[in-house]
């Protein structure tokens, strides 16, 4: 589904400013109908200001902002078909949940029994009719922010944005919540916007991701685009951990010109004794740290001319070709890769984060 | 016992602990609290002789049968009644948009300049502030003069007078717990009900104020009761009228068990007051 | 000592606050004054340095209201005893404050001097000690108000009537009569003003003396359940169009000035404090005649420096400092010697001396049920009965 074909949210030259701060910055940005689209960078980026524009809560200083057909840049919120799942939920404390996922329907005017039964409606598609009656105080945080999913959606919007609505779950939680989330929007079909500062989220949830940096957009693509194919230094080592070789590094050790980066999960380690396979880079180092991370190892490498290398070890199960025991700390080892898993980023695009 | 094993003792019993640290406050607030309401409930129960004022300690009735049989009572409670629920619509009304305005729209230098203006009032004396509304309603007071202005006086010592100047008096005491109580509504809250549909009046109407209503509530016991009991604005700004509190006073002089008996009127107008906003629910959120 | 201005503030709170101390410490610890007699003390010891004083205002003037006015520095500096005074509005608030025992001396009208001996508030006074009590007049020594059972409780300050007031320009024709505040109230309807005391009662009461005689009051403080009624309906009428009451003397002094009161009672210093720029005022006695008070220097019973209050007691007493101190409050002083010292014509103007004219003012006295005029067949209304009666006045 690309975007072009029916968008759904289109921003053309949005700015907004907050005071000296550029938060958004001339941006132009096009959302497909039935799209899940992530909005991925730090905090300060400008991502939610992005949201907070799209549901009208700020008003750009320039530029315009489309719905569908429909321009509502100077639209106040209640007048804009979208909808939002808070960071906070913030759920009404004074109302149950059965009268909080109600909410949308009720100052819509829609009829007690009908409001009722479509809130109930909504409540079982996020599994949790047997909690109506209670209040809001009286829920985990799972199941708050399952509520204010509830609510959002109970009034069919043609968009619902979601401002960082995992982020106060525990893992566990947050990954059933993720699979959730994709299920419902598929069962919907509706657009879905996501900000989230979490790559990892950003990466399995969405249909494409934005990634942004002061006010704009660096890299705008599917997740296996951002993941594999990072544009600059910023997005790959910002998306997932990557070897950054600048130019200065490449030279020396890729005798290549240019900056790239290499995933550390496409390291190969062997015993310095073993053979490269033929075609692949090789460099030799020494083991500095090895982190065990449940499915595998962080292995870091020192190289002999002092870089420095984060390699992923997988861990395999005994039926595995190479199965191994894994290098410790002090080994010598060679790291090889082969030269197509190495990604050209662009120059100059971004400002340089540093390696970590 | 050493000290050390008298600190060892404490530590091991955080009763005895607790039951010293409390002692000096509770046995304060036993004796000039509980012990002058009960000396005051007694006190109605007695009788006086009327040329020396001494009291006489024997139980009757008659001020109990005194005061809620003659139509003095009656109409001075309803007239205390009517200033004391005035003053406090006249101040919710004033702290709702004031405390939203304060805590939702005002920048955050501006709130703080608007806290200090709406506190400023509390540090000046009492009764300045009834002799400036004295001075304000006076003939050729500025009220007379704005008044006139648009073909109306000033309205004068009298029941007016008591409202306004009671209303002005207790309006700190209504604006901050509301102010507070719209502090502690998310922003988020405000936005969520936007979002889904509802404009700016009904966000207003059911989501902000049912939210708000514990600080109204909070705000408006103290506005209702401190003007149940007064009597001063009364003798300063209300021209020939008297209320429950003038009644105490004027009898505490001649009469202390008649006054202790009317003194029990407000408390008891206080504690069905209490009673019905306990029902509404609003206390157990203060 | 401060000044009037401010005593406004000072009298309010602590009134306030002295009635509630007082509420709890008499249900408290209340009985615990009798009419035990001590005595009179027989010789004065040494002064002890410091003496308070509860009067009515413009009776303990240090200069701080008017630097002219002063006749506490000279004691203080005579004496060593350093003066703190209170002022009080009304014989209930003064009786209240007496009794917290925190003064030394009270200046006391007649509604207040029995009251307080009859608690045991008053001390009883050697005036031997006092030189000089010799030169007051013959007709004030020994009376109902200050004297019981032979015993004598004060010595007798000044006397003098509650008089009509009225604005020149508002009030046309000037009156003569407390019809003004009365039958005519109704043309000045809410700039009327009256004493905010039951005791105000009793100027109803010598209004009706003279307008309803068939009613046969013949002493205001003494009135039968048919007479009270009688002089409530006439304030319950003059109620309509009172403005405001009043106590505190500064408020009515402000109110004559910026204009809300016109005419009502008032006593002779607060006429003398207007400021004419502000308002032109006039202070008459009635043709009715009037109520009027004749105040007593006492001693509590529970007070603490004693020396110092027979010292202020015989200073009050001196001609000179007598004459000072009833010539700015406006009545007439204690002793033909004093007249000597008054300006001229003072004393005409207020008949001192003159026993008959003081007959005709109505001393302030306390109501009670044995009537004051001598009758038997019928019970009189006490001070009670009119307090309950004041309140339902103003409704």
């Known amino acids: 589904m690309r975007p072009t074909e029916s968008p759904q949210i289109q921003l053309d030259a949005v700015s907004k400013a907050y005071g000296d701060v550029m938060a958004v910055d001339a941006l132009d940005l096009t959302i497909g109908d039935g799209e899940f689209f992530s909005m991925l960078g730090p905090s300060g980026s400008g991502k939610t200001t992005v949201l907070r524009l799209i549901a009208g809560f ?36 004074h109302l149950n949940v059965l009268e909080n996922v109600a909410y949308g329907l009720r100052v819509r005017g829609v009829g007690k029994a009908e409001r009722s039964s479509r809130a109930r409606e909504a409540l079982a598609m996020v599994r949790l009719d047997h909690v109506a009656a209670r209040k809001p105080t009286e829920l985990s945080g799972g199941q708050r922010q399952r509520v204010a999913l509830a609510r959002s959606i109970v009034v069919r919007p043609k968009v619902l944005l979601l401002d960082e609505p995992l982020g106060a779950l525990d893992l566990k ?160 080892v060679v790291a090889s890769w082969s030269p197509g898993d190495l990604v050209p980023l662009g120059t100059g695009s971004s400002r340089a984060v540093q390696h970590r | 016992m050493t000290l050390s094993s008298i600190s060892s003792t404490l530590s091991r019993r955080p009763g005895i602990r607790l039951g010293l640290l409390l002692a000096a406050p509770l046995t304060w607030l036993v004796l000039v609290y509980v012990v002058a309401l009960a000396a005051l409930l007694v006190t109605a129960f007695w009788t006086i002789d009327s040329f020396t004022n001494e009291l006489e300690r024997t139980f009757t009735l008659d001020n109990v049968r005194e005061i809620t049989g003659e139509a003095l009572y009656r109409s001075v409670t309803l007239r205390t009644l009517g200033v004391a629920l005035l003053v406090t619509l006249i101040d919710c009304a004033i702290a709702l948009p004031v405390g939203f305005y304060m805590a939702k729209v005002a920048s955050r230098r501006s709130r703080h300049l608007l806290v200090i203006a709406f506190l400023m009032p509390l540090w000046a004396s009492y009764l300045v502030k009834a002799l400036a509304w004295r001075s304000l309603l006076s003939n050729g007071g500025l009220l007379d003069w704005a008044g006139g202005l648009v073909g109306l006086g000033s309205p004068g010592f009298g029941f007016t007078a008591i409202v306004l100047t009671q209303a002005y008096i207790w309006l700190p005491y209504v604006i901050l717990p509301v102010y507070a109580a719209y502090e502690r509504v998310p922003d988020s809250l405000l936005d969520a009900a936007g979002d889904l549909g509802a404009r700016p009046a009904l966000t207003f109407r059911t989501v902000v104020l049912p939210l708000v209503v514990p600080g109204l509530v909070a705000g408006s016991i103290f506005s209702f009761s401190l003007t149940m009991g007064d009597y001063i604005t009364v003798n300063i700004v209300g021209g020939a009228n008297q209320m429950l509190g003038n009644l105490v006073y004027i009898n505490s002089g001649s009469n202390l068990p008649l006054a202790a008996a009317i003194a029990l009127i407000p408390i008891v107008v206080i504690m069905i007051y209490l009673a019905l906003v306990r029902r509404t629910g609003a206390l157990e959120n203060l | 000592m401060r000044t009037i201005p401010t005593r406004y503030t000072a009298t309010r709170t602590l009134g306030g606050a002295v009635a509630a101390l007082s509420l709890i410490t008499l249900t408290a610890c209340g009985g615990d004054s009798g009419s035990e007699s001590t005595g009179a003390v027989e010789k004065l010891g040494e002064n002890e340095g410091e003496v308070s004083i509860l009067a009515w205002p413009g009776y303990v003037e240090d200069g701080s209201t008017d630097p002219k006015v002063d006749w506490v520095s000279g004691f203080e500096k005579e004496t060593g005893c350093q003066v703190t005074s209170k002022v009080y509005g009304t014989s209930d608030e003064a009786f209240n404050l007496a009794k917290s025992g925190e003064y030394d ?23 031997d000690l006092i030189p000089n009590y010799e030169g007051i007049y013959d007709f004030l020594k020994d009376r109902e108000w200050n004297t019981v059972d032979d015993k004598n409780y004060g010595i007798p300050h000044g006397y003098g009537a509650n008089l009509l007031m009225y604005n020149t320009k508002d009030v046309t024709p000037a009156p003569t009569s407390w019809k003004a505040v009365f039958e005519d109230a109704p043309k000045h309807k809410g700039k009327v003003t009256a004493y905010d005391s039951p005791i105000y009662i009793a100027d109803a009461a010598v209004y009706l003396m003279a307008h309803q005689p068939d009613l046969g009051i013949e002493n205001p403080y003494s009135l039968d359940e048919k007479q009270l009624d009688a002089a409530v309906e006439l304030l319950k009428t003059q109620r309509a169009s009172v403005g405001e009451y009043w106590s505190d003397y500064t408020k009515t002094q402000a109110s004559f000035e910026t204009g809300d009161t016109v005419v009502g009672t008032t006593w002779q210093v607060i006429a003398n404090l207007i400021d004419p720029k502000k308002a032109s005022v006039e202070a008459i ?14 001693i509590s019973s529970k007070a603490k420096s004693p020396n110092c209050a027979y010292a202020w007691l015989n200073h009050i007493s001196d001609p000179k400092i007598n004459a000072q101190a009833t010539e700015y409050f406006g009545e007439a002083p204690n002793s033909d010697k004093a007249c000597e010292f008054a300006s001229e014509g003072h004393c005409e103007t207020f008949h001192a001396g003159d026993a008959e004219y003081a007959e005709k003012i109505w001393f302030w006295n306390t109501p009670i049920e044995k009537c004051l005029d001598g009758r038997t067949d019928v019970k009189c209304t006490d001070y009670q009965d009119w307090t309950k009666a004041w309140a339902e006045i103003k409704g």
Request: charged content about 25%; hydrophobic content about 40%; proline content about 4%.
């Open chain 1, 58 to 93: 700020e008003r750009a200083d320039s530029g315009t902002i489309r719905l569908g057909s429909e321009d509502v840049t100077a639209l106040a919120p209640f007048d804009r078909d979208v909808t939002t799942v808070f960071q906070d939920y913030a759920l009404f404390p």
């Open chain 1, 173 to 332: 939680l947050r990954e059933q919540m993720q699979v959730e989330l994709k299920q419902i929007q598929r069962e919907l079909g509706i657009t879905f916007v996501f900000v989230t500062h979490d790559q990892e989220e950003a990466l399995t949830l969405s249909d494409r991701i934005a990634v942004f940096d002061s006010g704009r957009i660096v890299q705008l693509g599917t997740p296996k685009e951002i993941y594999e194919r990072p544009t600059s230094q910023y997005v790959a080592d910002f998306v997932g951990t990557s070897n950054v070789f600048d130019e200065e590094i490449a030279k020396r050790v890729l005798k290549m010109e240019g900056a790239f980066a290499l995933r550390p999960e496409k390291i190969l380690l062997s015993p310095a004794t073993a053979t490269a396979p033929a075609g692949a880079m090789t460099a030799a180092g020494v083991i500095t740290e090895s982190i065990y991370i449940g499915t595998g190892h962080r292995v870091h490498i020192e190289l002999e001319d002092g870089t420095r290398l984060v390699a992923l070890e997988q861990s395999r199960g005994a039926l595995h070709p190479d199965a191994a025991e894994p290098e410790s700390r002090g080994d010598r």
């Open chain 3, 105 to 127: 001396v009270v200046a006391a009208s007649g509604d207040l001097t029995l009251r307080m001996i009859a608690a045991g508030e008053a001390a009883e006074v050697n005036t």
């Open chain 3, 285 to 298: 006695l009635p043709s009715e005649g009037a109520t009027g008070w004749n105040d007593t220097w006492m």
